[in-house]
């Protein structure tokens, strides 16, 4: 009775002329083409998504009894899990100029968080203390491209400068304190 949980999977496919309204200015104003008779992939297109989320919480006066207290009252643990298969991103024009527009996948991505609270009462008062760990396992997953010719050459994302920004926040816990009555 203390546990709960979910699991989801989602497959979608995202297809269309333009992922903005001001693409294809874009590419006019560089010089380059699409073919206009085919729709692409959407910049968002991300065929497979799986979660799964797990709790254990315990209520008031509820878990083990240690000396007639009950040790774990009011404590929670979550377990959130998230996967998604890779976003499309275009490779750079050939010399014909022609974009094949996002043909290419990024690498799929995964993350763990892990939450746990305390909940402590006092007559009408109640305080909840807690800490989520996001990225539990510390992954690394790459969020943005940001020179796509340096990426296929070398597999750095950020370009020649490595900008820190390609890749997913590295884990990290936030506190937090609530007050009730």
């Known amino acids: 009775s203390f546990w709960s949980g979910n699991v989801s999977y989602t497959y979608s496919v ?5 992922s903005s309204p001001t693409e294809g200015y ?12 085919e729709d692409n992939y959407l910049d968002w297109d991300q065929r497979h998504t799986a979660d799964a ?18 040790v774990l009252e009011g404590s929670s643990v979550s377990l959130d899990w998230t996967w998604g ?4 991103y275009s490779p750079p024009p050939a010399e014909s100029a022609i974009v094949q527009v996002n043909t290419e996948r990024y690498p799929w991505t995964m ?10 009462w006092a007559g009408p008062v109640t ?29 750095e994302p950020g370009g020649e ?21």
């Open 111 to 120: 993350q763990t968080d892990l939450g746990i609270s305390r909940k402590i």
């Open 161 to 181: 400068a490595m900008n820190p920004g390609s890749w997913s926040p590295a884990r990290h816990a936030v506190l937090r304190m609530g007050l009730s009555w």
């Open 127 to 155: 305080l909840e203390v807690g800490m989520t760990v996001y990225n539990l396992f510390n992954r690394s997953n790459l969020d943005k491209i940001y020179d796509v010719q340096w990426y296929n050459q070398s597999g």
């Open 85 to 88: 298969s890779g976003f499309p």
């Open 53 to 70: 989320h797990l709790t254990l919480e315990m209520g008031r006066g509820e878990g083990p009894m240690v000396a007639g207290y009950s």
């Open 14 to 18: 995202a297809k269309g002329r333009y």
């Open 26 to 37: 874009r590419y006019a104003t560089e010089g380059l083409a699409i073919n206009l008779g």
